[in-house]
């Protein structure tokens, strides 16, 4: 294993949530890769939320609390280019081997990422608010 894929497994820290021996190659990956790194950049997406209202005029701070999380899941599922950019910001902290699990099954792995990331946006919809969008 080189340098950077060591770094990154040390910098992102311990797998999150239950791996057992029953566990699915999807669940271990989203467990060991994809939440702690959901994790790590949980600041950065936030700020990306925030960059995305402003660039798209969007005055979250008028949406009623329902219209918010609709908002939020409308964002990342259907402006392809955002969704890219937030899945850049999560591959990027693969290591090489994780790239190579990932490409084998990338629609799946999508699927999990976006929704874990929709639903970690979504419980912390009170930031938006702070911040005055």
Do not use: W
Not at 7 to 36: C, H, Y
Not at 40 to 45: A, E, G, V
């Amino acid at each position: 294993m080189d340098q950077r894929d060591v770094f990154l497994k040390e910098f992102r820290g311990e797998t999150i949530g239950i791996v057992t021996p029953q566990s699915s190659a999807d669940e271990l990956f989203q467990n060991e890769v994809l939440r702690p790194i959901l994790k790590l950049q949980n600041d950065l997406f936030i700020a990306s939320f925030i960059n995305y209202l402003g660039k798209n005029r969007i005055h979250f701070d008028t949406f009623s609390v329902e219209k918010k999380l609709t908002a939020i899941e409308n964002a990342i599922q259907k402006d392809i280019k955002f969704r890219n950019a937030l899945k850049g910001m999560i591959i990027a902290l693969f290591t090489i081997d994780e790239y190579a699990q990932y490409i084998k099954n990338s629609s799946s792995l999508n699927k999990r990422m976006m929704g874990m990331l929709i639903e970690r946006l979504k419980s912390q919809v009170q930031l938006f608010e702070v911040q005055g969008i």
